[in-house]
Every structure is written in C-alpha cells, then in structure tokens.
C-alpha cells in the first residue's frame, strides 16, 4: 500500500498522519505535545528545536505503529499554526524562540503604525487590520530587539518565516525556502492581489525581501525529503496550508460558499467567497484559501484567539478539572439555568480578535455569587467560547447577507457535545460533525494528494462524510435568548474599542 504522509504542526503539539492513499483514510497518527514559553506577561514564544523534534518522533513513531516502511510515503503535506515567526540562519539553526501568532509585545507599535494612518493603506493590501497578530510586527520586533537576528541579518545569514518555512527547510536539507500563500496571506507583508511580497509594505516594517521565502502555489512540488533520520532522501513534499485554511479544504471546501469552523486552541470561522475578494466591513478578515494554477481562491476568516485553550486554562491554572475531556460532564452537573442567568466566561486570555479587534483585552469572568461553583465555571467557559464564535458568524451574516442555515465544525473540542449543542442554539443553526474531526491534517493530505497529481478535486469531494447533526436545543432557547442580550451588552460596555 502507499500512503501520504501529513505533517500538522499546532500550537500546542505537533501530529503525524499516514493517510491511505487508496481509500484516503487516516490510518494511524501519533502526537507529541511540546512547551509553551510565557517569558513575560501577554507574551508566547515556542522554541523550534522543540517544534522540530516533535516533528521527526512523531513520524518515526507512526511509521512504526502501522508497521510501514519510509518508501511506501509518496508524498508528504504540511498544515501549521499561521502567523508564528521563525528567524533562522541558512544552515537552519534557530536565531530565537518563535513569536507566537498569541504574542501581543507588539501592540505599542500597532498603535504607532495606526497613529501613521496607515490602517486603510495595510487593510487594502492585505484584507487585514493592524494587529500584533500577524507576522509582520513580529519580524520587525526581531529584527530591533534580538542581537542574534540583527547581526544575522547584517551577515545576509538571515531567515524569516512561517512555521511552514521552518519546517520545510529542514526537511529539504536546507534546499526549500518557500512559503504558500495561504500562509503569506496571513503575514501583513504580502498584497492579496499579486499574491507577491509588497515592496512599500516591507518597507514600512523594515524587513528585507531576500530574508523571505518564496510565495508558491499550495499544491505543487516545494522541495524533496533530504538528509534526515526519520525518512529517506527524495520524498516530494507536494503540499502546504495554513492550518485554517487546511480545516477548511479537508472539510472538502473547495468551492465558493463553503464553510467551516475549526475549534482548537483558538477556533476559526472560514467562508470560501471564491475568486471574488471580499473586504470586511465587520471586522473579519479577508485572506487567501488556497492558491492553484497560479490563481488565488479567497476567504473570509473570523478568528477568536481562545478556544480550547480556556478549558485548558481551567484544568491547567484553576485544576477544576484533571482532564479537558472532563469539563462536559462537570458543566452538565447544572441543572438550573436560573443559576446561569448572570454569569459570563471572556475567553479573551490574548486579547479580541474578529470582529472586535482589542488587543488590550483581558479574559473575564462575571456575574458570580457565593453559590456559583466548578461546575457554574465549566458551564459558562463553554457558553463563552460559543458566544465569540457567534460573534464571527454574526459578522459574516453582515458582511454576505448569507442566511447561515448549516455550519460544519472540525477539531478537537468538536468533540464536547454540550459545546455544539451550544453552538447550534446559540447560532441558530444546525451544526454538522464530520466522520474526521481532524480535519486540518486531513486537509494537507488532499493538498498532497492533488500536488503530487494523485487526485483531482472531483475525487477529493467524496471523502467528506457526515457523521452527526445537533439542531437547536428548543429547551435553552429562551435562556438563551437573554444571554445573548447580556453578552451584547458587556461586550459594548467592557470591551469596546
């Protein structure tokens, strides 16, 4: 048999993924998580020799638990966490800890480059508000506080990129330094037009075009496999998504008008509008889904920072709970929604993204009384995160006029019931669970697929299956009904701009 092989590289672990390329099943995958590094308050680093050892184990690993050999791998795709910098030197060692796409060090300097005027210029360019966010205000930070990444820059020994970047240099030996531009879309640097880097754009951020990679499709040959322990020279790697925009084409959303949600450490609205670029005028984001044949095919995103990293911030910070898994049972431990009337979870640990756009915002929670306990907590971080992403719905109703009647849902909290039972009251809409919910490595195998001309996009359609409906719960609709209100009005009074 012949496999692809999936790299997903995340925020908080790295997964390997042998898809069968005859049934296109996932047929086994490994995971091995890695630190987190907070150096100081509202700031996120990740250190790349983890990222990358992550890397080789969990393909050493899944080769062997399928009992597989290296040469049955035809070709290998790469998803990835967006917007994290890397700064690395051409031998492909690290120049520092990656900024975390989290990281929000860069805010004073957002609010000079807005105090320029310069937001209409950058959102034209891009589809994209000025924020710490995106990649570009990370590089110029590096490159004006890092002595190791300035001196490398003077040496033309300097090299920026995505994790995708990072990951692909080491796999080819040093050969590859190319990006997609799904993943481009998302640096601040690139114009959504040209899918090119921007010259007045690297300019204003001071960062020089040839430390960047090379913007390519993403499905087409990167590079080959080159000097590593885990697999043999010369495997393409024939793929290359950022990890939304991967959800959303393993979620088969490859034509305009699809949509998905991705719940993950942060969750993710995507609406494929095709070839037409759609600009916001509700705080969303306009990005590139995929590019193919030279063409790009474009997005509207909406992203809450903080998903399923509040249910970690519960079980890891508060120890309310020992296993994020146990945070369903606990939550449905409330039996009166009486008791829910006034409480509120702002999952805003690192600040409002989409449609909001605070960067200085801070998690909350409100409304609790001397009889709230655990399980009040677990009920309302639930409600909270489900909230935001209504919030990104909402924005996407007024940007389209798309009436949002079924909305898919992919990722590991995609898995909590009660959240998407949630979800679809909240929402007003029936969400739909695939059969994967993995779908961000899923969605770099078909990118792998169709570069390496395994597939085609008509094949690629028949591998999405349903696997379970939640309509709106009738019981909770007048309460939540008042909830909305609430959450409405908090957000207007607390966390406005």
């Known amino acids: 048999m012949n496999y692809i092989l999936s790299i997903d590289q995340g925020t908080t672990g ?54 597989v050999q290296p040469s049955a791998i035809k070709a290998i ?37 807005r105090d320029k005027k310069l937001s209409e210029k950058i959102k034209e360019k891009t589809g994209l508000p000025i924020d710490p966010y995106f990649s570009a205000t990370k590089m110029h930070w590096l490159l004006n506080n890092n002595s190791a990444v300035s001196d490398a ?71 080959v496999t080159k000097g590593l322990s885990s697999l043999p020279d010369g495997i393409p790697i024939t793929g290359i998504l950022g990890d939304q925009q991967s959800a959303l084409f393993g979620q088969a959303g490859f034509h305009k008008g699809e949509m998905k949600c991705t719940y993950g450490t942060g969750a ?36 809450s920072y903080i998903a399923g990293a509040a249910v970690q911030w519960l079980r890891d910070n508060l120890k309310i709970v020992s296993k994020s898994s146990e945070i369903e049972s606990l939550a449905r431990e409330v039996k009166n929604m009486e008791e829910m009337k006034h409480i509120q979870f702002f999952p805003y640990f690192a600040g409002i993204g989409s449609p909001h756009w605070n960067a200085e915002a801070k998690a909350a929670i409100m409304g609790l009384t001397r009889d709230s306990n655990r399980c009040h907590i677990a009920y309302a971080c639930l409600e909270g995160i489900a909230m935001a992403i209504n919030d990104l719905l909402m924005a996407m109703k007024q940007d389209t006029g798309l009436e949002i009647k079924s909305l898919k849902v992919d990722g590991g909290a995609a898995a909590n019931v009660l959240l998407m039972e949630l979800q679809a009251t909240i929402s007003e809409t029936t969400i739909i669970r695939p059969k994967v919910i993995e779908t961000t490595a899923f969605g770099a195998a078909l990118a792998a697929a169709i570069g390496a001309g395994l597939a085609d996009f008509d094949k690629l359609e028949s591998t999405w299956k349903k696997d379970k409906e939640f309509p709106v719960e009738q019981g909770l609709v007048e309460y939540i009904s008042d909830k909305r209100k609430l959450w409405a009005e908090t957000i207007k009074k607390v966390f406005a701009v």
């Open 14 to 67: 790295t997964r390997s993924c042998l898809i069968d390329l005859s049934t296109f099943t996932i047929v086994g995958q490994v995971s091995r998580d890695y630190p987190q590094i907070y150096p100081k308050p509202s700031w996120v680093e990740h250190n790349l020799n983890d990222i990358w050892s992550t890397v080789e184990v969990t393909i050493k690993e899944v080769l062997k638990s399928q009992n």
């Open 77 to 113: 795709g790469i998803t990835n966490q967006r917007e994290t910098t890397c700064a690395f030197s051409k031998a492909g060692t690290p120049l520092a800890n990656a900024i975390v796409w989290q990281d929000r060090r860069t805010s004073e300097f957002c609010q000079q480059l």
């Open 153 to 223: 820059a003077k040496k033309q020994d300097l090299l920026f990129g995505t994790i995708d970047t990072f990951l692909l240099y080491k796999l080819t030996g040093g050969a590859s330094h190319k990006t997609d531009a799904s993943n481009a879309s998302r640096t601040m640097l690139m114009d959504l037009k040209s899918c090119d880097w921007d010259n007045e754009l690297l300019e204003i951020f001071g960062v020089s075009r040839e430390c960047l990679p090379s913007i390519e499709d993403s499905f087409g040959k990167f590079g």
């Open 268 to 303: 993710f609205v995507l609406l494929n509008t095709g070839t037409d670029l759609v600009y916001s005028k509700s705080g969303l984001l306009t990005t590139v889904e995929y590019k193919h044949k030279g063409k790009p095919v474009y997005a509207l995103e909406g992203s």
